[in-house]
Nanobody, 124 residues
Framework: QVQLVESGGGLVQAGGSLRLSCAASTRTFSTSTYARGWFRQAPGKDREFVAVISWSGGTKLYADSVKGRFTISRDNAKNTVYLQMNALKPEDTAVYYC???????????????WGQGTQVTVSS
């Protein structure tokens, strides 16, 4: 069973930055060949796509709402994916989830494994 563990969330003022990490914890399975995505869910809203990176790092996709502000990256040797979030806005407040799937897709149903989420709160 693959476990994805997010970290790095917290409270930040608008305009600030945070870096989220998602480590895959497994002894028998490597997620290095999996695409890794980030999603978020604000209170009362559906979970939405934020960013995804292919296993090689050659493909990166972003939601329009975060383009130019967020950067996704990965370190396959560490089985870890990162989300650098700059110029944060109050509307970025949500629980952020990482996920692993076979292909770099934007739909939730494309992902096989999910983390438990980390809270990001941006104050105005």
């Amino acid at each position: 069973q693959v476990q994805l563990v997010e970290s790095g969330g917290g409270l930040v003022q608008a305009g600030g930055s945070l870096r989220l990490s998602c480590a895959a914890s497994t002894r028998t399975f490597s997620t290095s060949t999996y695409a890794r995505g980030w999603f978020r869910q604000a209170p009362g809203k559906d979970r939405e796509f934020v960013a995804v990176i292919s296993w090689s790092g050659g493909t990166k996709l972003y939601a329009d709402s975060v383009k130019g502000r967020f950067t996704i990256s990965r370190d396959n040797a560490k089985n870890t994916v990162y989300l650098q979030m700059n110029a944060l806005k109050p509307e970025d407040t949500a629980v952020y989830y990482c996920a692993a799937g076979r292909l770099p897709m934007t739909g939730l149903n494309s992902y096989d494994y999910w983390g438990q989420g980390t809270q990001v709160t941006v104050s105005s």
